[in-house]
């Protein structure tokens, strides 16, 4: 304090203001300037982490509806006897073309210790276009877990706006 009183008045006066000044300063850059950049580096880190919990909401919700739809699948496939070749039966007869099924070729394979897979061939004889397109928008539709792998179409001879058609469908059935 014994500095203070050797100096004088007017130096006192312009001293004063530098003070504050330097004060100002110091505060600015050893306190505010560094709270503020952690601040900015914290919001920016707390937004890549809603970004991140966002992301993972968005997956537990495709989970939870691919869940749901599996389990529908699963209803669909094992509703009532849970017999493959009884919905497929059910899905030609549906289509009209019961009468035209020629052979029913199916194939077996495991899937799990509950289900097994089934590759079934069916071959329908002397059938327009319009009845296999018909099938085919039957299979889609009905609640059967029945997928089409692939479609075989030929000419008849004896007439040409006739095919015969084979399709290999896919399906599911409980053990």
């Known amino acids: 304090m014994n ?39 914290m919001e920016r880190k707390s937004l890549a982490e809603e970004k991140r919990l966002k992301s993972i909401i968005s997956m537990g919700q495709e989970y939870i509806s691919a869940r749901n739809e599996v389990e529908d699948i699963k209803e669909r496939a094992f509703k009532g006897e849970g017999s493959a070749l ?15 099924l020629s052979s029913l070729k199916p194939t077996t394979s495991p899937v799990t210790d509950e289900m097994k897979r089934i590759k079934a061939e069916l071959s329908f004889d002397k059938v327009s276009l319009i009845e296999v397109s018909r099938l085919v928008e039957v299979i889609e539709s009905d609640g059967h877990p029945i997928t089409v792998e692939r479609i075989s179409i030929k000419a008849t001879y004896e007439d040409p706006s006739l095919y015969n058609a084979t399709l290999v469908v896919n399906t599911v059935e409980r053990d």
């Open 86 to 100: 009884a919905g497929l039966d059910y899905v030609v007869s549906r289509a009209g073309l019961k009468t035209r």
């Open 3 to 41: 500095i203070l009183k050797n100096i004088s008045d007017r130096d006192r006066r312009l001293l004063f203001p530098a003070v504050i000044i330097t004060a100002f300063l110091s505060l600015l850059m050893f306190v505010d300037m560094p709270l503020y950049k952690n601040g900015v580096e």
